[in-house]
């Protein structure tokens, strides 16, 4: 399968012009003005010396995220859950062994296992069943060489979550092959249609992965902190050395910044800010569809994106880059088919980046691109 997201975004990023941009799938970014007081300009900029990262951060992982397992299982690393994702892949794979890859999904896995001649099969999430993975089409895509099952919960593109109950029915289906599974928990503590936080794989499996950041939940892209939880021994020992080999130390300024926003009630407070926009901006975006003949979504259980079908029809690349490049604004959207055959017509939404009124102001243009077309 061909990843066009490299392509899309490119094409967003050269594209002149003042526009909405709805692509981002996290909340709006904290300023440095809002973690400045967490840096001392005293500060050695000497790595910290904590080989297996500031045991106060990892105290705090453990108890934002509500993880069932014990220090020496949690792992902080600069570059984000992509960094935590790739040496999963790199710990644990070699080529000629099979991975399963849900779709549509963060492309970051599939790629990885492309590079490594690593065989994936895709699992395809299907809007006939919410977006969800069906355990039935897993059966006929496990074998015994299958080393690494990788999904998104909640998920990126769509919005869709696992209970507790279907995520310990997969982790039970892949013990029967022994076989890992790597969660990306990158949008956990986003979940809308519930007070509850969406199932941690490392909570419900001796052989689940769970990585996240800071990223997406509190808008610190920029700072590149993240980590990964497992019970695994060896597999924790592995990442270790293979990190300790490309990065040696995590960026001294990040840990800072982490240690700050990662004390428990400082991420609440940021959680929710970013949640009751998200909540306002849903909201609006529900009622849009639900206003318009043009436009249809299953409510997203979470995350901070969701994907909405166009009913005209229109290709959803078309679409999209006809309102990108619509004057005098534009918005910029993700086009299904960047992830799959089966995600045509249906575009990506972010919903918390933009603060309401702005929002507001881009729905109004992508319905009056919507009816433009089919005029």
Not at 90 to 97: E, I, N, Y
Not at 346 to 363: C, E, N, Q, W
């Amino acid at each position: 399968m061909s990843d066009k997201s490299h392509e899309w975004f490119l094409l967003v990023k050269g594209t002149l012009g003042e526009k909405y941009d709805l692509t981002t799938p996290g909340r709006y970014p904290l300023m440095l003005d809002d973690v400045f007081d967490a840096l001392d300009r005293r500060q050695s900029l000497d790595w910290s010396g904590h080989f297996y990262g500031n045991p106060a951060i990892v105290d705090y992982i453990i108890k934002t995220q509500r993880y069932d397992v014990r220090t020496e299982n949690v792992f902080p690393v600069t570059g984000g859950t992509s960094m935590a994702n790739f040496l999963t892949c790199m710990a644990l794979l070699k080529p000629g062994d099979e991975v399963i890859c849900e779709t549509p999904a963060w492309t970051q896995v599939g790629n990885i296992c492309r590079r490594m001649r690593v065989k994936v099969n895709w699992w395809y999430l299907r809007p006939e069943n919410d977006w969800k993975p069906d355990l039935e089409e897993l059966g006929t895509l496990i074998n015994a060489k299958t080393k690494l099952i990788y999904l998104c919960n909640p998920n990126n593109p769509t919005g869709s979550v696992l209970s507790k109950d279907e995520m310990i029915e997969l982790c039970n289906f892949a013990s029967q092959y022994g076989t890992y599974i790597l969660c990306d928990e990158i949008y956990r503590g986003l979940e809308w249609q519930s007070e509850e936080l969406s199932p941690s794989v490392v909570n419900c499996y001796e052989r689940g992965i769970s990585t996240s950041s800071l990223t997406k939940i509190l808008g610190v892209c920029g700072i590149r902190f993240g980590w990964f939880a497992t019970r695994d021994k060896r597999l924790y020992d592995e990442c270790f050395d293979i990190y300790y080999d490309c990065a040696l130390c995590n960026n001294i300024i990040s840990e800072r910044i982490a240690l700050k926003l990662l004390e428990p009630s400082k991420y609440q407070e940021l959680l929710q800010e970013g949640k009751a926009i998200g909540k306002e901006n849903l909201k609006l975006l529900s009622d849009m569809v639900a206003g318009s003949d043009l436009w249809s979504m299953p409510m997203p259980g979470g995350a901070y994106c969701c994907f909405v079908k166009n009913n005209t029809h229109e290709p959803s690349w078309d679409f999209c880059e006809r309102l990108l490049k619509k004057k005098p604004i534009g918005v910029a959207l993700v086009p299904g088919i960047t992830y799959n055959d089966y995600c045509e017509y249906y575009v990506r939404v972010g919903f918390g980046v933009a603060k309401p009124d702005t929002f507001r102001a881009a729905l109004e243009i992508i319905e009056e691109g919507a009816r433009e077309y089919k005029g």
